[in-house]
């Protein structure tokens, strides 16, 4: 049985949500319309940095702290700013967006090349 590449299923999600570029995603911040979810993994944000303001929501926990019902649920998750996700390089965050907008989200998108194309655009990074 073959199963389906994860590289399909991330450019399957591509095709479906919005992607911004970092520059824009840090001005939609900057201007208050939008909100940044780092989905990395804690180790990832130790060892990489992490954006000032942004909101950890590791990507096994994010439909639970999403959803309302959950009693997982994350008030601050709540908001009718897009939730721009982003992870190291893209991918995980092509899929939860995938996701959340399979749950209903619509004000959702994700950062091109993420936290490693933020980093690269030399936008703002917290180190310990």
């Not at 590449?5 to 001005?27: C, F, G, M, N, Y």
């Not at 929501?57 to 009718?80: K, N, Q, V």
Request: aromatic content about 6%; hydrophobic content about 45%.
């Amino acid at each position: 049985m073959a199963i389906t590449p994860v590289k399909t299923l991330v450019d399957a999600a591509k095709a479906e949500i919005s992607t911004l570029s970092p520059q824009d995603a840090h001005d939609r911040v900057k201007n208050g319309t939008a909100l940044l979810v780092d989905i990395r993994d804690i180790r990832e944000l130790n060892r990489e940095g992490k954006i000032e303001g942004a909101i950890h929501a590791p990507r096994g926990m994010l439909e639970f702290w999403i959803d309302p019902a959950s009693p997982y649920h994350r008030e601050e998750l709540a908001t009718d700013k897009t939730l721009i996700l982003f992870c190291a390089a893209a991918w995980r965050s092509a899929l939860a967006a995938k996701t959340l907008q399979d749950m209903g989200i619509e004000n959702v998108a994700e950062i091109d090349g993420g936290f490693a194309s933020w980093r690269d655009s030399e936008l703002p990074i917290l180190k310990d």
